[in-house]
């Protein structure tokens, strides 16, 4: 149920940022309360995140206050920090749709609206994508201006210094606002930074500094004393060297729940020529103290109750993926010294929080940078440890090359622990795991495992960290089937499938935690039912038991179709000179949208029903 936006009466007037233009800037800092308390109950209604947003209300404000919008761009990095933004662009009312299916989508998107100009689910992206929109405009002409918003979390990748060293070289025209939400950089100075930062983006200031070089352009000796006495008395204030010396013009820290301050900071901005940026600092949680108070936990909620000051406690249930990994990491660490283990900032999410407080010293954190979390695992290897890098499928990607380049090429015995194989749920196209069994299928050396449960999960990850080989485990988001998970550990026999029900007629190679679902099928078509276990190396002797004693196949996978281990079943064929009908299920050739599991398994025709029904299509059962 939606909230009714005639209790948030300013709200009410400014659903589209050309409205929100039409209040004074008196009204403001009235309309920011409206939009964090509206923000707070639409999200404790639908679940969502929550934290990023409450931190951005006042600058989102400002930015659509000051700059014209849609007109000029503006980009955000991630999107977890832009509710705000759509509930002040004309989707108040949808916002307890978000993350559901058909509802609004998690993170800005381009097809939703014309406010959203990148589409964007990973970190770090903003500054590049702003970079070409500065370029565009600057040869277009027209005075659009463009921003980028990045989360400070967010400079810990690579690609945003990259942007960053390029922005300044080209100089270009636009504004890059860090939102340091108090978690690094520095801490607010207070009223002196604020005040400073009028005054150096101030036209004062400016024309000053601007006439200086003009004036002492002719004398090149004095013209770079008086730089360097300019640096050094910003140095003395503000923490801006270091962009400063990538070719920004630093402005900041300004305290970012002062809308005033801002408003009148970016009113200065937008005229300045060059690459700018503007250093906030806000409060994650800002306005709703448990969320201030842990802003980690308040990042993503479940449905809430925000008067009670907590979140309901989950109702005990079979255990995770990510927990049976995080026990089994543990467990390893204790009888392997050498063990240690990797995660690009995604500690909690992928279930590591207990072992980083047991085992401090195996334990790395390489922050959002998964090309180097992957070759950093590359050097332990080198020096004989044992790396394990725990990664999201989708964060994977990012680092193919140095899958490939660091760690195949010499075959060092990295262990991949991936998370969220297959689809993801509420996140959406940029978080499904559709891609890994594809995109790690073709490379040599690499040993791809697809457990059938949580057990299974458990002695895969033993098997791959006993390998002298790199070896990969994709298991998917959420609860296990309640599989008993034996406290022992014991190696796979590699690249060897298992029967799970024997049948006749039909048989289903299942790869992953579909099975369950093939097994339901397989009693209606009293087929038999092979859990594949490894994508790589292929049963190829189960391959061609099954074909020589069944009429049809079927591959099941939670993976894209092109290139994935039903491909690798149909290569097995054609390599033994095997002919047989073979129907491949798996997800189809599209970015596969927002929905719950369970939603998207019956979508996409996965499911029982829907193996049975297309089984039957297939073969005119």
């Given at each position: 149920?939606?909230?009714?936006?005639?209790d948030?009466p300013l709200?009410s007037?400014?659903?589209?940022?050309?409205?929100?233009?039409?209040?004074?800037?008196d009204?403001l800092?009235?309309?920011a309360?409206?939009?964090?308390?509206f923000?707070?109950?639409?999200?404790?209604?639908?679940?969502?995140?929550l934290?990023?947003?409450l931190g951005?209300?006042?600058?989102?404000?400002?930015?659509?206050?000051?700059?014209?919008?849609p007109?000029?761009?503006?980009?955000?990095?991630?999107g977890h920090q832009?509710?705000?933004?759509?509930?002040?662009?004309?989707?108040?009312?949808?916002?307890?749709?978000?993350r559901?299916?058909?509802?609004l989508?998690?993170?800005?998107w381009?097809?939703e609206?014309?406010?959203?100009?990148?589409?964007?689910?990973?970190?770090?992206?903003?500054?590049?994508?702003?970079?070409?929109m500065?370029i565009?405009?600057?040869?277009?002409?027209?005075?659009?201006?463009?921003?980028?918003v990045?989360?400070?979390?967010?400079?810990?990748?690579?690609?945003?210094?990259?942007?960053?060293?390029?922005?300044?070289?080209i100089?270009?025209?636009?504004l890059?606002?860090i939102?340091d939400?108090?978690?690094s950089?520095?801490?607010?100075v207070?009223a002196?930074?604020?005040?400073?930062?009028?005054?150096?983006?101030?036209?004062?200031?400016?024309?000053?500094r601007?006439?200086?070089?003009?004036?002492?352009?002719?004398?090149?000796?004095?013209?770079?004393?008086a730089?360097?006495?300019?640096?050094?008395?910003?140095?003395?204030?503000?923490?801006?060297?270091?962009?400063?010396?990538?070719?920004f013009?630093?402005?900041?820290?300004?305290?970012?729940?002062?809308?005033?301050g801002?408003v009148?900071t970016?009113r200065n901005?937008?005229?300045?020529?060059?690459?700018?940026?503007?250093?906030?600092?806000?409060?994650?949680?800002?306005?709703?103290?448990?969320?201030?108070?842990?802003p980690?936990?308040?990042h993503?909620?479940?449905?809430?109750?925000?008067?009670?000051?907590?979140?309901?406690?989950s109702?005990?249930?079979k255990?995770?993926?990510?927990?049976?990994?995080g026990d089994?990491?543990?467990?390893m660490?204790?009888q392997?010294?050498?063990?240690?283990?990797?995660?690009?900032?995604m500690?909690?999410?992928?279930?590591?929080?207990?072992f980083?407080q047991?085992?401090?010293?195996?334990?790395?954190?390489a922050?959002?940078?998964?090309?180097h979390?992957?070759?950093l695992?590359?050097?332990?290897?080198?020096e004989?440890?044992?790396?394990?890098?725990?990664?999201?499928?989708t964060?994977?990607?990012?680092?193919?090359?140095?899958?490939?380049?660091?760690?195949?090429?010499?075959n060092?015995?990295?262990?991949?622990?991936?998370?969220?194989?297959?689809?993801?749920?509420?996140?959406?196209?940029t978080?499904?795991?559709?891609?890994?069994?594809?995109?790690?299928?073709?490379?040599?050396?690499?040993?791809?495992?697809?457990?059938?449960?949580?057990?299974?999960?458990?002695q895969?990850l033993?098997?791959?960290?006993?390998?002298d080989?790199?070896?990969a485990?994709?298991?998917?988001r959420?609860?296990?089937?309640?599989?008993?998970?034996?406290?022992?550990m014991?190696?796979?026999?590699?690249?060897?499938?298992?029967?799970?029900?024997?049948?006749k007629?039909?048989?289903?190679?299942?790869?992953?935690?579909?099975?369950?679902?093939?097994?339901?099928a397989?009693?209606?078509?009293?087929?038999?039912v092979v859990?594949?276990?490894f994508?790589?190396p292929?049963?190829?002797?189960?391959?061609?038991?099954?074909a020589?004693?069944?009429?049809?196949?079927?591959?099941?996978?939670?993976?894209?179709?092109?290139?994935?281990?039903?491909?690798a079943?149909?290569?097995?064929?054609?390599?033994?000179?095997?002919?047989k009908?073979?129907?491949q299920?798996?997800?189809?050739d599209?970015?596969?949208?927002?929905?719950?599991?369970?939603e998207?398994h019956?979508?996409?025709?996965?499911?029982?029903?829907?193996?049975?029904k297309?089984?039957?299509?297939?073969?005119?059962?």
């Amino acid at each position: 149920m939606s909230q009714a936006l005639s209790d948030y009466p300013l709200l009410s007037q400014a659903q589209l940022p050309k409205q929100l233009r039409q209040l004074s800037q008196d009204q403001l800092p009235e309309l920011a309360d409206e939009v964090r308390q509206f923000l707070l109950h639409s999200v404790s209604r639908s679940s969502g995140h929550l934290a990023s947003g409450l931190g951005t209300v006042e600058l989102t404000l400002a930015l659509h206050y000051v700059y014209d919008t849609p007109f000029d761009r503006l980009v955000w990095d991630v999107g977890h920090q832009a509710y705000p933004h759509k509930i002040l662009t004309g989707r108040a009312e949808q916002m307890h749709t978000i993350r559901q299916k058909d509802g609004l989508h998690p993170f800005p998107w381009r097809e939703e609206s014309e406010y959203d100009t990148f589409s964007v689910g990973h970190s770090s992206t903003s500054i590049s994508a702003a970079l070409g929109m500065a370029i565009a405009a600057d040869k277009e002409a027209q005075g659009r201006r463009v921003v980028a918003v990045i989360g400070d979390g967010a400079l810990t990748g690579g690609m945003a210094f990259e942007a960053l060293n390029h922005a300044g070289d080209i100089h270009k025209d636009m504004l890059v606002i860090i939102n340091d939400n108090e978690m690094s950089i520095s801490e607010n100075v207070g009223a002196l930074n604020n005040h400073m930062a009028r005054i150096l983006s101030g036209s004062l200031y400016t024309s000053i500094r601007e006439s200086g070089k003009k004036v002492l352009g002719a004398m090149p000796p004095i013209k770079e004393l008086a730089r360097r006495a300019e640096e050094h008395l910003k140095g003395m204030v503000v923490p801006g060297t270091l962009f400063e010396e990538l070719g920004f013009n630093y402005i900041g820290p300004i305290d970012g729940h002062d809308v005033d301050g801002l408003v009148d900071t970016l009113r200065n901005m937008r005229e300045l020529k060059g690459p700018q940026i503007l250093h906030v600092m806000t409060k994650k949680g800002k306005g709703y103290q448990p969320a201030e108070e842990d802003p980690i936990g308040y990042h993503g909620v479940p449905k809430f109750n925000p008067d009670e000051w907590k979140l309901p406690k989950s109702a005990p249930g079979k255990p995770t993926f990510s927990k049976v990994f995080g026990d089994w990491l543990c467990d390893m660490a204790e009888q392997d010294p050498k063990l240690v283990a990797i995660t690009p900032a995604m500690r909690e999410g992928s279930g590591m929080v207990a072992f980083s407080q047991r085992f401090p010293e195996q334990y790395y954190d390489a922050a959002i940078a998964e090309q180097h979390a992957v070759t950093l695992g590359a050097g332990f290897a080198c020096e004989g440890l044992n790396p394990v890098v725990a990664i999201y499928s989708t964060f994977l990607q990012r680092a193919f090359d140095q899958v490939i380049h660091d760690v195949a090429i010499m075959n060092l015995p990295v262990l991949f622990a991936i998370d969220r194989g297959g689809l993801v749920g509420a996140d959406g196209q940029t978080h499904q795991g559709a891609f890994d069994l594809s995109y790690l299928r073709c490379i040599p050396n690499l040993t791809v495992m697809a457990p059938a449960d949580e057990d299974e999960c458990r002695q895969m990850l033993y098997t791959g960290h006993r390998m002298d080989s790199p070896a990969a485990v994709r298991y998917p988001r959420g609860q296990g089937m309640g599989t008993q998970i034996q406290d022992a550990m014991t190696e796979l026999p590699i690249g060897k499938a298992e029967i799970r029900r024997r049948g006749k007629g039909i048989a289903i190679l299942s790869f992953g935690t579909l099975l369950p679902y093939a097994l339901e099928a397989a009693e209606q078509l009293d087929a038999t039912v092979v859990n594949m276990r490894f994508v790589k190396p292929l049963d190829e002797a189960m391959v061609k038991a099954m074909a020589e004693s069944h009429d049809q196949l079927i591959t099941l996978e939670e993976n894209a179709l092109q290139s994935g281990a039903g491909s690798a079943v149909l290569e097995s064929l054609a390599a033994q000179g095997i002919a047989k009908p073979v129907l491949q299920l798996g997800l189809p050739d599209r970015f596969i949208e927002q929905g719950s599991q369970e939603e998207m398994h019956a979508v996409l025709e996965l499911d029982a029903a829907g193996i049975l029904k297309r089984a039957k299509a297939a073969f005119g059962l």
